[in-house]
């Protein structure tokens, strides 16, 4: 028998995943990470010294208690303008380096620990195809940017509709392809393995340890693939192909996403919200948001900007409401997901990484407060994302430039 047709054979003798869970039994916890690629104006974002709310955070007033924000926070290291956008959820620093090489992002460690019984152990999602560096913020072990999602019509139908007789044996033949490419692989890695000297083993280790996980992944595939779909009451949406109205595009991703994780489709979601290139369907915008960003401190454009941002802001107001909305045991959806929103620019006009803008929100933390750090000697990002990964259950005390938890962020 050949690898291929045991891993096809070995579902039968594997314990399956759980598809369900008993009425008293909590809901899972998930994570939503959502990077604002061009960042926010600090004058609008961040509260005045002695305030905890801002002319942005105004507009999240109707969910107060429910969220945290930060300042004086940033990834040490991580510069290089808008390259920094790929490095948000990993942390690897001088992205804008020809040497640079990324590394392993917050999402996938949390989908490695706690997706594994979803049928997508991660979704990557991006309301927009573009030319930058932040259409996806996942990222793998081995430093590849995961591509993301950009229809939603293709997003519904991998969540929602169940795939034809003839789409289904397609997708077996692709997980088979995939199984006779890792025998390949694993024979001339073997070989190999001989010849390998001695400091060289534990990279060919790890190299086996990875082709075990996507053994595990391709089974998993096989088991999923002959499960039932849940079922929404929600018509599958159209494509907007306007794509100056990323406004639009948010909130309908936004509705996905809260579908994808209340049937437990996935708990790890990642999504950007990228309005590279684009004049925003906005009342009042007449220019591209790149290049408002860039307004050299000129009222006009600072206006324009605003309109956008704030209307980025209600449309993630409106994300939170609809969490808050789906009662779950022992809480809300939005109680059992952590919400990340920020971004790795913290002034796009001056391409500062420094000072990012950041909102925590659910995820079962105590609420209601806004963290003020050194804004000149910042605290690393990384803190509270070991804060998030012990809060979901995950038993670490390091990640990237990490130097401990987060100090104020409270279960």
């Known amino acids: ?108 460690l949390v989908a490695e620990k706690i997706g594994l019984d979803t049928r997508f152990q991660s979704l990557a999602v991006s309301v927009r195809k573009g030319e930058h560096y932040a259409d996806s913020i996942a990222v793998s072990r081995s430093g590849v940017v995961l591509p993301s999602e950009t229809s939603a019509e293709r997003l519904y139908r991998r969540l929602f509709v169940a795939g034809t007789t003839e789409e ?8 088979e392809a995939g199984g006779s490419v890792l025998d390949l692989i694993l024979d001339k890695a073997r070989r190999l393995e001989k010849s390998a000297a001695p400091q ?27 499960r039932p779909k849940p079922k929404v009451d929600y018509p599958q949406p159209k494509d907007i192909a306007d794509a100056n109205e990323v406004i639009a595009r948010s909130k309908l991703m936004f509705d996905l996403i809260r579908l994808a994780l209340q049937t437990d489709s996935t708990r790890v979601v990642t999504l950007s919200l990228s309005t590279f290139s684009v004049v925003p369907h906005v009342p009042g915008v007449k220019n591209e948001t790149h290049g408002l960003t860039h307004h050299g401190n000129e009222p006009e454009k600072i206006a324009e900007l605003r309109k956008i941002e704030e209307a980025q802001m209600v449309a993630f107001a409106s994300l939170l409401q609809s969490l808050r909305d789906v009662n779950e045991t022992g809480g809300t959806l939005l109680d059992h997901t952590q919400v990340l929103y ?56 390091k990640f990237a430039s990490s130097t401990g938890s987060m100090t104020g962020v409270e279960i």
């Open 168 to 175: 289904k044996a397609a997708t077996m033949r692709r997980i």
């Open 200 to 226: 060289d083993r534990e990279r060919l280790d790890q190299y086996f340890q990875s082709v075990r996980e996507l053994e595990g992944r391709l089974q998993r595939n096989i088991e999923w693939e002959n």
């Open 342 to 397: 920020g971004s790795c620019l913290g002034n796009a006009n001056s391409h500062s990484n420094q000072n990012l803008p950041l909102i925590l929100a659910g995820g079962g933390f105590k609420h209601g407060g806004h963290h003020r750090f050194d804004e000149q000697n910042n605290k690393p990002l990384a803190n509270l994302f070991v804060s998030m990964l012990q809060r979901l259950g995950i038993e670490v005390d």
């Open 1 to 108: 028998m050949n690898r291929r047709h045991f891993l096809r054979a070995a579902g039968a003798c594997l314990a399956l995943p759980s598809i369900g869970r008993a009425a008293d039994q909590l809901p899972s916890r998930r994570l939503l990470a959502i990077h604002v690629p061009l960042g926010m104006m600090p004058a609008f974002f961040f509260p005045k010294t002695g305030e905890t709310s801002s002319a942005y955070l105004h507009l999240l007033a109707a969910h107060k208690g429910h969220f945290s924000t930060f300042a004086g926070i940033s990834h040490p290291g991580v510069d290089g303008n808008h390259h920094a956008g790929q490095c948000f959820l990993t942390g690897a620093p001088h992205p804008g380096q020809p040497t640079f090489r990324n590394s392993l992002s917050l999402d996938q």
